[in-house]
């Protein structure tokens, strides 16, 4: 009976359930997998829903007007009831989501996971922590307080620096010459239309990639595998529930303010970006303003095409990685002190 | 495998790393956005008074309430209020820094930005000194000082000052945030406004008024302004909303003496006849007030209302006239005398003694009791106009022709032996057929004053003497006379032998029946076994 039913069914909706069942379920996952260090990747994958359901719950009271934002944003914190705790799940999931991405692309690099064949894997990566940054950044504007509206006009005027269509992309982006109506509308647009769509194209390339070349296995550990269910889903399982506990922490916390309502005519003491931004704002602080983009471009670029740069170093694998070993501390040791001194010293 | 511990430790080392300094900042950041830091621009007079005074500790919490202030938001500094000049009366020098500074800014200083309010407030009874024209001198009573902190501490709300200004805004206006949130809460006013002469706030929170502003008013945010005509934020009102907020019609006033018909805290009820020709007649007043009523109440409930209270200020005199009469009679007789040193009273019969006892029923029924019983029935207070009001107004009446008696006093003696209940109603009755609440149907078959059948007759004839005296507007006496020729209906009394009606009154007469019983079986039935002690 149950089975006449299933055929039956299969016949009105014809597609394999059980093929597609296997392809979930069944890929084999090499035995380095159930090591901790390596579920940083399932991070930003678990955080990614949650942003999409505490979005549209945020969407049902968020007005993207500049007489309404800030109003709206109070409405949700302080009367909507467990307003501010979906508020600061929705904040904290978007850092966290940085936080995982950083530590995810560390623990890649030093593994060097990047190598051929899954270089092109490294760069998709690369974009979704450059869609991830850009949604973050979209987002927090939307709260258009005095801290964020100043943080997206000095977001907005790093971009109005790129080379040759800087100032086009400024006023593409603004939609006016200040930050206003036109680009609350159009950064809410972005944040909740376009780049949430980019972001789900450039994750499924990235697991149709990664799955296509099958994880890469780490010299050094037993050439073995085991199924994806249940092993290693329960422990995607175990991440996603220890993330939503500590959101749910974070939120109770330390909840998000409101600040003071934007004042577009008040322009406060000290401005800055978002903390993602520190590094390179502070950087470009210290220095002319056209070396320093200079240098940013360069080494994004050397991040982005780094498995292509790798085995240019030596030839020799033992100096290959201690090399790569060396400049990716430096990288990260840089990016955690110029990021502290920003905090600290503003 | 030394490969394999090597990333390892990288890793780990770098995973720790960057989530302890990325959260720490992150946590930074998201402390930030729960600051509500203000921008204050201050000038450099401002900034070094509050350097100094931060430095040393003088008064820094005023400077923590002028940081939040609008006055700190718009760049008015410490100047801007106490700038001096040698020749003011209140000119010192700051011991530190040198700076002439003023001591008491004035509502001169208030003026200067504030000129209608403060013209309104030096045109209300607010800044009326009434209580230093009359022969009251306290200091036979009370200690001087016993007035410092006492009398002098609220009714410094109307000071003349010696640069000519009248009036203290910080009364209301906490300095020196000068937050609209704490001028606007009932107990600003409460902080005067109390007490067995005048138990405004208690009468208020007693009311409906004052019921639903405790249940619900933690939640109202009381920081707004009612200047642009717009409707009453708040679902009940508080103190200013009707003595001072605007609404649709209304504007907002600092005149709290705008909207007040009755000089209801006087000896003797009146129509008040304050600044007539800039503020109107009482009838204009009147309008006002009832224009913020009509707000929340169907107009015929407020005109209802009113005419009650206004009435109850018209009985309020003839009661009085009573006590008039006796204190008056006993001063002539003989039987009371009256305070004097150097050829000067320090006590009078219509007013005040400190000690007879008819000097002091005189004064309690007007300046406390009488107060209450026409302010609880001006402002919803029904416990006070029964039995802090009228109730002890009568118990005073008894008491002093008890003592008029006692003395020696024939006409008090025999009212004293006078056992018709009549007595307690030696002067003339005003009344109105039924209340605004509802219609009665048995309440009304008691009353012992109905048993005459003239009785409507007589306190019609008052009412309209009352309205010819102009009194009464017409529409009132329209109305009470719509309620006179209809008083049947308004009194229940067609109603009260309805079979309805019947059955529930059946129903509970048998439970008074049963709960009689029961107290007389409880209570008055048990005889204890022990004797007592007292021996005669």
């Known amino acids: ?346 | 495998m030394k490969e394999i511990n090597a990333q390892q430790w990288l890793i780990g080392i770098f995973s720790v790393l960057l989530i302890a300094s990325l959260m720490v900042v992150s946590i930074v950041e998201v402390r930030k956005t729960q600051d509500f830091a203000k921008e204050i621009d201050m000038d450099k007079n401002t900034a070094e008074c509050v350097r100094c005074h931060r430095a040393e500790h003088v008064a820094v919490k005023q400077i923590d309430a002028w940081e939040e202030s609008i006055h700190a938001e718009m760049a008015i500094g410490c100047l801007d209020c106490h700038a001096a000049e040698e020749s003011d009366f209140d000119a010192q020098r700051c011991p530190e820094s040198d700076v002439l500074i003023g001591r008491h800014p004035t509502p001169g200083d208030c003026k200067e930005c504030h000129e209608q309010q403060v013209n309104e407030f030096t045109n209300s009874k607010h800044a009326h000194q009434f209580w230093l024209f009359k022969n009251e001198d306290r200091s036979v009573f009370e200690t001087p000082l016993g007035t410092r902190h006492g009398c002098e501490q609220c009714h410094n709300i109307g000071n003349i000052w010696p640069d000519g200004t009248v009036g203290e805004c910080d009364v209301c206006h906490a300095k020196h945030s000068f937050s609209l949130e704490v001028a606007r809460q009932p107990e600003t006013c409460g902080e005067c406004h109390v007490g067995p002469d005048h138990p405004h706030i208690e009468i208020y929170l007693e009311s409906k008024h004052g019921n639903i502003f405790k249940a619900k008013g933690r939640d109202w945010d009381m920081d707004y302004y009612t200047t642009n005509n717009e409707s009453i934020p708040i679902e009940a009102p508080v103190c200013v909303t009707c003595h001072m907020d605007g609404n649709e019609k209304q504007p907002m006033t600092h005149n709290v003496s705008d909207r007040l018909a009755v000089e209801s805290q006087a000896p003797w009820s009146f129509r008040t006849v304050w600044d007539e020709e800039n503020s109107g007649d009482w009838k204009v007043k009147r309008e006002r007030m009832t224009s913020i009523c009509t707000s929340c109440h169907a107009p015929d409930f407020v005109d209802m209302y009113m005419l009650t209270a206004d009435l109850v200020n018209l009985q309020y005199n003839e009661m009085r006239r009573n006590f008039v009469y006796w204190t008056k009679k006993l001063t002539a007789t003989g039987v009371i005398d009256r305070l004097q040193a150097d050829g000067k009273f320090y006590s009078d019969p219509v007013l005040n003694g400190w000690d007879e006892t008819p000097e002091k029923m005189m004064y309690y029924t007007w300046h406390h009791e009488g107060r209450r019983f026409r302010h609880g029935a001006e402002m919803m207070g029904a416990d006070y106009t029964q039995w802090h009001g009228i109730w002890e107004m009568q118990h005073d009446m008894a008491e002093m022709l008890a003592w008029a008696a006692e003395h020696g006093d024939k006409e008090a003696e025999e009212w004293v032996n006078c056992n018709h209940p009549s007595k307690f109603i030696p002067y003339a009755l005003y009344d109105i057929p039924g209340n605004e609440w509802g219609i009665p149907t048995k309440l009304n078959t008691t009353p012992f004053v109905y048993s005459y059948p003239d009785y409507w007759d007589r306190v019609k004839s008052n009412v309209e003497a009352a309205w010819k005296h102009g009194l009464l507007t017409d529409a009132q006496w329209d109305l009470w006379m719509e309620r006179y020729d209809n008083r049947d209906y308004y009194l229940g009394l067609q109603f009260k032998d309805d079979p309805k009606v019947n059955e529930l009154w059946e129903m509970y007469k048998e439970r008074n029946r049963i709960d009689t019983e029961a107290f007389n079986e409880q209570a008055i039935g048990l005889k204890l076994p022990g004797k007592p002690f007292y021996k005669k």
């Open chain 1, 1 to 346: 009976m149950v089975m006449s039913t299933q055929a039956e069914s299969s016949k009105r909706f014809p597609v394999d359930g059980t093929a597609i069942g296997d392809v979930l379920f069944k890929e084999k996952i090499p035995v380095h997998m159930k090591h901790w260090l390596f579920a940083m990747g399932t991070t930003p994958f678990i955080l990614f829903p949650i942003q999409i359901i505490t979005g549209l719950m945020l969407a049902f009271y968020f007005i993207p007007s500049p007489e309404l934002a800030y109003e709206s944003v109070r409405h949700i914190t302080q009367d909507v009831q467990l307003g501010f705790w979906i508020r600061g799940i929705h904040h904290w999931a978007a850092n966290l989501m940085i936080i995982s991405i950083f530590l995810h692309m560390m623990r890649v690099y030093f593994t060097q996971a990047y190598r051929k064949p899954r270089e092109l894997n490294w760069i998709f990566g690369f974009i979704l922590l450059g869609l991830t940054m850009t949604i973050s950044f979209t987002g927090y504007s939307l709260t258009y307080n005095q801290l964020s509206y100043w943080a997206a006009t000095v977001g907005s005027n790093m971009v109005g620096e790129v080379p040759l269509i800087g100032n086009l992309l400024l006023a593409w982006l603004r939609g006016g010459s200040d930050v206003g109506t036109n680009t609350l509308t159009r950064f809410y647009t972005l944040h909740v239309w376009v780049l949430p769509i980019l972001i789900t194209i450039m994750i499924a390339l990235h697991i149709i990639v990664l799955r296509g070349h099958g994880i890469s296995q780490p010299e050094g550990f037993p050439k073995e595998s085991y199924n994806f269910f249940p092993g290693h889903m329960y422990k995607i399982v175990i991440v996603g529930l220890f993330l939503l506990s500590l959101l749910s922490l974070l939120a109770v916390i330390l909840p998000p303010g409101i600040g003071d309502k934007a004042d577009p005519v008040n322009t406060p003491l000290h401005i800055q970006p978002e903390w993602y931004f520190f590094a390179v704002f502070l950087f470009l602080k210290w220095v002319p303003l056209s070396v320093g983009l200079f240098i940013v471009g360069l080494v994004i670029l050397v991040i982005v095409f780094w498995p292509f740069l790798e085995p240019l170093l030596s030839k020799k694998e033992s100096q290959r990685a201690l090399i790569s070993y060396l400049l990716g501390s430096v990288a990260i040791l840089t990016l955690i002190v110029f990021t502290l001194i920003e905090t600290f010293t503003n």
